[in-house]
C-alpha cells in the first residue's frame, strides 16, 4: 500500500516557494506505476538541487533501467533549495522548500507519487562532487531515515551510492551501506535482485549486505576494518569477514551498443543547466591527462556505434522535441566516426533544426565545416581545454596539445563565424612556476590578436574569451594522488597575479575559491575520519556547499578545530609512494604502479602517448578483451 503523505501541506508549500516546478514532477517522458506492482521500490536521490540534477545523464540511464523491469519503481528525489535569507540574499522574500518542510513536517518525498523516502526499500545517491556530501545527510534526515549506517533499524531502506566519488568511498563509509563501483548499468539490477530477494525472505539487513559482496564492484564499509598509524596514515584496511573482497573490482559494460540507453526522458517543465538531449557517443578517454581522474576511472575506451547513436538521436529527438543535441563523452573529437556522425545527424535532423554541439572539442577542418552546417543561425561559444599556460606545464600533465594547435582551431572558429571562445585552465599543478602563469596571459593575449587577424567585414561582432582558471585538487586514481595542493595563500597570490596579467580588453577571467578548492581536496583524499567533519559540520548548518552563496567555510573550521583534525593532513601533504590510500580497497583496472610511473615522467616532463598509438601497460590487459588498444 502506498504510504500516506499531507497533500495539503505540500499544495501549501509549493505556493510560497520560488521555482515549484522542482517539486511537482508530471513531466513528459516519467514512469509512473501503481505502488503495489512493484516488488521494489528504489529511490534515486541526487543531492543537489532539480535543475542540476535533471542534467545528469548517468540518472536518466539508471532511472530508465530500473523501471525498465515492471517489478520495481525507480523515483526521482533532489535536494531541496534552503531558506535564500540564510545565505543573506535578503531581497528574496519567499522562504524555500527545505526551511517549509519543517514547519509543515512535510518529508522529504518523491517527484513521481510523493512517497516519503522512507517508505523505499532502496534509495540511492550518485556522488558527482565532493562539496555535495553534506546535502546526502540534509535529505537523508529530511526523509527521515538515520543518518549513521550503525543506527539503521532492519525496516530502514538500505542507503546506496556511486558515481565518480564512490571510488573513494572512506569519507561517506559511516553513512552509506554499499557503495557502487564502476558502469552501473547491469550493477544496479544485480543490487535490486539480491536486495528484493533478501526483503521476500525476511532476511536480516546484514545478511542482504553480505550477498551484495558477490557483485562485481559493490563494497561494504560495515564489513572492512581500518587501522591508523600514530602518524595519522593508515596501517591496514582488511575485511572482516569471509564474503568481503580484498579489492573491489570495478563494474565494467564491454559493449555500449548492447548496454541500455534511454529513448525517453523526463523532460522538465522548467530550464536546466543543460537543456538538451545528451547523447553519449562513447565512454573512457585513452589521452592520459596526469590530472584527470574520469580519464583513469572511465576506461577503457568503448565507442556506439555510428548507427547505432543516429537511431538513438532520432528516437530521442521524436520523444522529448528537444532542438539540440550534445554529444557527449570525455573527449568527443576522439571519437573514430565524428565527422561522418555528425553530417549524418545534420541530414537526418536538419527538416526539424536541430543543432549539434560538442563539449570541449578538438576541431580540425572537416569538423569545422560540419559545425558551420549545423550552426547556421547561432553561434554559440567555443570551449578549448589547454589546462597550462606554457609547453613545459602541459608536458608534465601529458596534456598532448601545443600551442600551434590551440591556435589553428582557434583562427579557424573566428573565421567560421564565431566570436565567444573559453578557454580552461587549471593553477597549482605540480611543478608549476610563475612563467607558467604568464603563459596562460600570453595564450588569451594571441587568442584576441587572433580575432582581429580576420578581416573586419568577414569576422563576427562581440568578441569574448573567458579565461577560467580552477584550483589544482589532487584526485584518487591519478598519477598526481601522491601530490600536496597549493595552499590557500599561494593560491591567492597566483590569482591575484593572473588578474593584474589578464587585464586585457575582451578577457575575462573566471577562478574558484580557494576555500572550496581547499575543502573538495580534503574529502578527495580523505578516510572515515572525515565522516566525522561531515557531520559536525552538517549539525552546525552546512549543507548546499557547492554553491557559493550557501559555502559557509567558517562553519567547516570550526568543525576541523573541534575535533582535532587538521585539514591540512588531507590536503596539503605529500604522500609516500608505500603509503596505504584510503581508496586501496578499490580496484579501478589502473594499476598503482603505472601511476606512479606516470607521476615520475611527470617530474621530469616527458610524455606518454595515445593508447590509441600503443598500449602503454596501464593494467587494463589484465582483463582479456576488455580493452581494445591492450598489447
Known amino acids: 500500500m502506498q504510504p500516506e503523505i499531507n497533500q495539503e501541506a505540500i499544495a501549501r508549500m509549493l505556493d510560497q516557494v520560488q521555482k515549484p516546478t522542482r517539486y511537482t514532477g508530471g513531466e513528459m517522458n516519467t514512469q509512473l506505476k501503481p505502488w503495489d506492482s512493484a516488488k521494489l521500490h528504489f529511490a534515486f536521490c541526487f543531492p543537489d538541487t532539480y535543475e542540476v540534477g535533471m542534467s545528469h545523464l548517468g540518472m536518466k540511464i539508471l532511472y530508465h533501467t530500473i523501471n525498465g523491469r515492471e517489478d520495481a519503481w525507480c523515483e526521482r528525489v533532489f535536494s531541496p533549495w534552503v531558506d535564500m535569507a540564510a545565505a543573506k540574499r535578503t531581497f528574496m522574500p519567499w522562504v524555500d522548500m527545505m526551511d517549509l518542510m519543517k514547519q509543515e513536517n512535510v518529508p522529504l518525498f518523491t517527484l513521481e507519487s510523493r512517497s516519503p523516502l522512507s517508505a523505499f526499500d532502496v534509495v540511492g545517491f550518485t556522488l558527482q562532487y565532493e562539496m555535495s556530501y553534506s546535502n546526502i545527510l540534509a535529505m537523508l534526515e529530511l526523509g527521515g531515515i538515520p543518518l549513521l549506517r550503525e543506527n539503521r533499524r532492519e525496516e530502514d531502506p538500505i542507503v546506496v551510492a556511486g558515481g565518480p566519488c564512490a571510488f573513494n568511498p572512506e569519507p561517506l563509509a559511516d553513512f552509506i551501506d554499499a557503495f557502487m563501483v564502476g558502469d552501473g548499468e547491469e550493477q544496479i539490477l544485480d543490487l535490486n535482485r539480491v536486495i528484493m530477494q533478501g526483503r521476500e525472505e525476511g532476511a536480516s539487513r546484514m545478511t542482504i549486505l553480505k550477498r551484495l559482496c558477490a557483485i562485481r564492484g559493490v563494497y561494504v564499509p560495515a564489513l572492512y576494518d581500518v587501522q591508523y598509524n600514530a602518524d595519522g596514515t593508515i596501517a591496514s584496511m582488511k575485511p572482516n569477514c569471509p564474503e568481503a573482497p580484498e579489492k573491489v573490482l570495478k563494474a565494467i559494460i564491454p559493449d555500449l551498443d548492447k548496454a541500455f540507453y534511454p529513448t525517453e526522458i523526463p523532460v522538465p517543465y522548467m530550464e536546466i543547466i543543460h537543456d538538451r538531449i545528451m547523447l553519449e557517443i562513447m565512454r573512457g578517454c585513452t589521452r592520459g591527462c596526469r590530472f584527470c581522474q574520469a580519464g583513469i576511472l572511465y576506461r ?184 600536496p595542493q597549493d595552499t590557500q595563500e599561494m593560491v591567492r597570490e597566483k590569482q591575484s597575479h593572473l588578474r593584474e596579467k589578464l587585464h586585457i580588453k575582451g578577457v575575462t577571467f573566471n577562478y574558484h575559491e580557494s576555500d572550496l578548492s581547499y575543502l573538495e581536496a580534503c574529502f578527495a583524499r580523505g578516510d572515515r575520519r572525515m565522516g566525522q567533519v561531515l557531520l559536525r559540520a552538517y549539525q552546525k548548518g552546512c549543507m548546499l556547499d557547492g554553491w557559493t552563496e550557501l559555502f559557509k567555510y567558517d562553519m567547516w573550521r570550526e568543525a576541523f578545530a573541534e575535533l582535532g583534525i587538521d585539514p591540512a593532513f588531507y590536503a596539503y601533504r605529500r604522500r609516500e609512494k608505500d603509503e596505504i590510500m584510503p581508496w586501496d580497497v578499490i580496484d579501478c583496472g589502473v594499476t598503482k604502479e603505472f601511476l606512479w610511473r606516470e607521476k615520475e615522467k611527470a617530474e621530469k616532463a616527458q610524455t606518454t602517448k595515445d593508447c590509441r598509438k600503443g598500449c602503454n601497460g596501464c593494467g587494463l590487459q589484465r582483463f582479456k578483451g576488455v580493452c581494445k588498444y591492450c598489447g
Open 300 to 483: 577503457p575506451v568503448r565507442e556506439r556505434s555510428l548507427e547505432h547513436l543516429v537511431e538513438l538521436a532520432q528516437q530521442l529527438e521524436n520523444t522529448t522535441g528537444y532542438e539540440e543535441i550534445s554529444l557527449s563523452s570525455l573527449s568527443s573529437g576522439d571519437y573514430t566516426c565524428l565527422a561522418e556522425l555528425i553530417r549524418e545527424l545534420i541530414r537526418r535532423l536538419d527538416e526539424k533544426h536541430v543543432s549539434i554541439s560538442l563539449p570541449s572539442l578538438r576541431l580540425d577542418s572537416v569538423l569545422k565545416d560540419s559545425l558551420e552546417a549545423t550552426q547556421k543561425e547561432k553561434k554559440t561559444s567555443l570551449t578549448f581545454a589547454p589546462e597550462a599556460g606554457t609547453q613545459r606545464l602541459r608536458d608534465v600533465i601529458n596534456k598532448g596539445v601545443t600551442e600551434e594547435d590551440l591556435m589553428s582551431k582557434v583562427s579557424d572558429a573566428f573565421h567560421g563565424g564565431w566570436s565567444s571562445v573559453k578557454l580552461y585552465f587549471m593553477m597549482g599543478l605540480p611543478t608549476e612556476t610563475t612563467e607558467d602563469l604568464d603563459g596562460i596571459a600570453d595564450l588569451a593575449k594571441k587568442v584576441v590578436d587572433a580575432y582581429f587577424a580576420v578581416p573586419r567585414g568577414e569576422r563576427a561582432k562581440g568578441l569574448r574569451v573567458v579565461c577560467s582558471a580552477s584550483v589544482f585538487v589532487p584526485k584518487p586514481f591519478t598519477p598526481f594522488q601522491w601530490e
